[in-house]
Structures are given as C-alpha cells and as structure tokens.
C-alpha cells in the first residue's frame, strides 16, 4: 500500500547515482587478500549494496530536517507515566564524554585509573547511603538485569543455607512484567498475589508464607502510583516465614532522600539509573540497574568490586579491583557495568546532594499531585488518594462526551505536548497515566491542564473533531489495525 505524503522523503529517494558525501585517495597499494580467497562463494555478494549516493549537506539538511519533526524534550514536555526520568541534565551527558573517562580502555590496569576506581566506589557509598543497603554491585546493565542478579542470589542464599525446599517467588498481579520473568530465569516457580490501591492482599501472602517461599517482589510506590501501605506487615510475614524481600526500586524518584528500601525490611534491591539517575533512556539503552543487599547478602554479590585501602602514611587513599569471594553467584556481564551510565548518576548525584535530591522526590510528588487536583472535575483519578510522582486518570470519564483515551492523547499532541502514557497498567481501563516529574514548572504543568479542558470543550462541541486529531503534526492518525497486521518497515526502489 502507498505512504501518504512523507513530510521528508527517504534519504534513498534523495539518492543520485555516482554522488558521494566524501573523497578517498585511490588505493596505491595491492590488496593484500581478495575477498574470495577468504570467503565461501556463497557469502560473497554478487551486485553492490543499495546504498544512497548522496552528498555531504544533503544527509546533515535531511537528518536535520527529520529531527525537527520529532517531539523532543527540548521543545515540549512530556507527561509519560512510568519511566521517571524525562530530563537528563546536559552536564551530565558532558561530564560522561571527558576523555578521561570516555576513552578509558576498560582493560587500563587500576594503578592508572584510580580516578574512574574512585568514581565507581564512591558511587557504590552514595547508593548504599540512599537505600540503606551494605553493599552494590555495579554491573547489571538494566533494571531487568538487575533484577535477575537479584533472583540469583536469593537462590544463592538459600541453597548454601541448605535450605533447598524454598522454589517459590510471589508476585503481586500489579508487577512489572519483568518481576515474573526474573524470577522465572532463576529457575524459580513463580506465584502471582492480587493487589489492590492499598498494597498486597495479605491474606493471599499469608497462604503462600511458608518453607517453599523464596522471596516476594514489590514495587514501592508501586505500577498504579501509590505508596505501598502495607509494605511493614508485608515484610513481617515474609521474613516469618524465612523467605527474603526483594525492591524492585524503579519508582525510586518518588521517596529519594526521604524513605529507604533496607528501613522498610527489604533484603535486596535493584536501582534503575536511568531512571532515577540521569540517562536518557529512550530506544532501550544502555541502561544501569546496580543490585544492592543487606550485610547478610553482601558475599552473594557478582563481582569483581572496587575496594579502597587507606594505608598509614599515605598522602590518598587507593583504589583497586577485588575479586569475587566463593559465595559470589559470578559475573553477570564482562567488564564492570556501562561505566558512562554510572559517570552520569554520580554527577547527578554529586550535584544535587542530599538535601537536593529529598527536593528532587518532593518536587515530583508536590507535581503529580498539583496535575491530578487540575484534572480532577474532568478526569478523576482512578485511585483517590494522594499519589507519589505519577498518577492514573479514569479515560473512561471521557465516554459521555464520546472519546477513547487515544483520542484525548492525539489530541494533545495538537496542542503542543506529548501524550501520557495509555492503556498501562493493564489493571485500569482506559488508564491514563501521567507523570510530570520534579523538573516541570507550575506554569507548564497548569498548561497541560488547560489543553485537556480546552480538547474536553471541543469535545463537547464537535466530537468528531477530536477524534480527527492530530491535524498539526507531521504525521495525521495512523490506521492502528493496518499498522499492526500491514506494517512497511522497509523501502523498495522503483
Ligand atoms: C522499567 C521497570 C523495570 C525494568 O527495568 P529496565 O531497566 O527497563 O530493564 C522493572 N520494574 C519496573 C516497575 C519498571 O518500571
């Protein structure tokens, strides 16, 4: 089927034969092997790739152009629920690309890389500082990932007690999807609990608290955006029953610098740095998802770690690579994590402090909160109670006026900002889910107020105008269902 109008041709259509973007000198020298002395016939290609020829202000004006149609955080706000972090501070990304630490051989011997050994021990102080945990390993290169190192050594811990007959993880309903399939890949059976607004279903916890219970996962505030409640008694009854309380800490934005997982009666946790932490994250990666345990855990961690020696008479400290002690569950990835991540959440961290970042958490929740009461007469929230730093609203509020929550997404994008998250979590229908975050002004956020009421009274006039948005954007609503099953992905000339 025909692409409408592209608002930007393809580069291969702006292709000419025979232009190139750059000049080499001829080759003056024989080539040492052809190509066919090294591979089989069938590998070799028989015609040139179909590459496009174009010249050097062509590709900058065309990738340019395409970057201007995009909404970017630089030009509009972005109210999606979930994933916390929206804006990365730039001087982090600027700190990350020093030379010093960009171009640091991963394999450089420690006793010329105390900089970067101080940077990652230092970053191990703060996170334990802010989660109460005894120690971190680095090395996970996503929440998920995280979170699976996390599954191994509750395992770890468990079978070197001896105590093998403990199979089971729970999961509350609301989870994650990534929660049951950690602990799934740790060769554990996975049982899911119901959990409403206040937390988990304790009864239900109560018939799974025995000896073949592992660990129980929670998310706190938890997926629908509201603080866990129960998480005391929760841990009370897990720890009864001998099993282990994992944190799944991606909505670490909202309590930062105010309530800490290990005070909550948690045993290990994983941070999303990405999230809470200054990456952006968009398009999957990378990312950081350093685990962190108790003292009783601490010899199950992956390693290797940084250790710092404090010798007598020595003007610094020095810093250097330990191995991983016999309890260690292994290395979870080569190297040692994606090092420019960690560079970015210590300067974050390193610039906010402590006192800033207890802002940062106060600043986000103060936000959703202000956004939620600005919704309210038109779009209640879903759960009413106050929220952390996102909330979701009732879509299903838009039915008498005769919109889905799509339409009121397409149609904020014609005013200017991106949409909320939709139809996430599953356990609310027509789930609107926004997050402002602590970096949005009351201006901006009042804005986005207006917009909602200004497309509610369109609505209210002329229905079927709404449901036509967006008009403004590069790119009119797209046919959901012949995207899905029909999709284009690839050009083909002629
Ligand atoms: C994002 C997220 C994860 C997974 O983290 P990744 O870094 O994307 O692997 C796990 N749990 C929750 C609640 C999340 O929001």
Known sequence: MPVPDAPEPLVFELSEPGRTGLRLPAIDVPDAVAPAACLPAAA?????????????????????????????????MYPLGSCTMKYNPKINDALAALQGFAGLHPYTPGSLAQGALRLLWDLEQALCALTGMAAFSLQPAAGAHGELAGMLIAAQYHRLRGDTARRRVVVPTAAHGTNPASAAMAGFEVVEIPSDADGVDLDALRAQADGSLAALMLTNPSTVGLFEGRAAETARIVHAAGGLLYYDGANLNAIVGRARPADMGFDICHLNLHKTFSTPHGMGGPGAGPVGVTERLAGHLPGPSVRRFDRPGEPAARFAWEAAGPGSIGRMRALFGNFLVLVRAYAY?????????????????????????????????????????????????????????????????????????????????????????????????????????????????????????????????????????????????G
């Open 44 to 76: 070799l290609r028989r015609e040139p790739p179909a590459l496009p020829e174009v010249g050097e202000l062509d590709v900058v004006r065309h990738y340019t152009r395409l970057s201007r149609l995009n909404h970017a955080i630089d030009t509009g």
């Open 349 to 493: 961290i390193r610039t906010h402090g402590g006192a800033g970042l207890r802002d940062v958490s106060g600043h986000a929740v103060l936000n959703a909160n202000y956004l939620m009461e600005l919704l309210r007469p038109s779009l209640p929230p879903a759960f009413d109670r106050r929220c952390m730093h996102e909330f979701i609203a009732d879509g299903r509020a838009l039915r008498p006026l005769g919109l889905r929550a799509l339409d009121l997404c397409k149609a904020l994008l014609d005013r200017g900002f991106h949409a909320p998250t939709m139809y996430f979590p599953l356990v609310v229908e027509e789930a609107l889910m926004f997050e402002p975050t602590e970096t949005e002004s009351r201006q901006t956020i009042e804005a986005l107020a207006a917009a909602v009421a200004d497309i509610l009274a369109e609505a209210a006039r002329d229905a079927d105008a709404v449901r036509a948005a967006p008009e403004r954007t590069p790119v009119g609503r797209v046919d959901e269902a012949t995207a899905a099953r029909r999709p284009v992905l690839r050009h083909t000339s």
